[in-house]
């Protein structure tokens, strides 16, 4: 695995666009390796839905990998807190970067991001692609279940840890 190296900061609404086509990105190039046609195109659609795509990455407090010397975006993680607790929400990595460490490393500051700001318990609804990070990461599958998802059935994961 290459390492890549990056620069973190939180995500702005500038930056909404720019992170809504890397997560269609992933949905379109990597999808139709876990998932059906149907699944992936269902997934994609997400990032084309302006206000609720805005939301998931404004709501949650989302950072941002950019590549040293260029700030292109490498991808995203964002997590939301209560009390103790915090929520995974995402993690992407844009398709061509994928395999590099960058999704890990990602996780793990934003795990110690919210470790020092008090969380202690931390959970995250996973995709196939994601569920070897987070269990790198510490995590244990807890549940798995069969969801619609844009009205399109998926297989998900609720991983916790702490």
């Known amino acids: ?5 990056f620069v973190w900061r939180p995500a702005t609404p ?3 666009c720019v992170l809504a086509a890397i997560y269609r990105d992933g949905a379109l190039r990597l999808g139709p390796l876990a998932y059906t046609p149907e699944q992936s195109r269902a997934w994609a659609a997400f990032a084309e839905d302006e206000p609720g795509f805005r939301d998931y ?11 040293v010397g260029d700030a292109r975006a490498l991808g995203f993680c964002g997590a939301s807190r209560g009390g103790d607790a915090c929520e995974i929400h995402s993690l992407y990595v844009t398709p061509l970067m994928t395999r590099r460490g960058i999704g ?5 500051r934003t ?18 692609f994601s569920k070897p990070v987070f269990l790198a990461a510490g995590f ?6 069969n ?3 844009a009205g399109v059935m998926f297989e998900r994961y609720r991983v916790e840890r702490g």
């Open 1 to 5: 695995m290459v390492q890549v190296p």
């Open 147 to 149: 969801a619609p998802f």
């Open 104 to 108: 890990a490393a990602m996780l793990r």
């Open 140 to 145: 244990q599958l807890a549940q798995t279940v």
């Open 57 to 67: 990455v404004l709501q949650a407090d989302t950072w941002i990998a950019e590549r």
């Open 111 to 128: 795990l110690q991001r919210v470790e020092h700001e008090g969380a202690t318990r931390f959970a995250a609804w996973v995709t196939p």
């Open 14 to 16: 500038a930056d909404v």
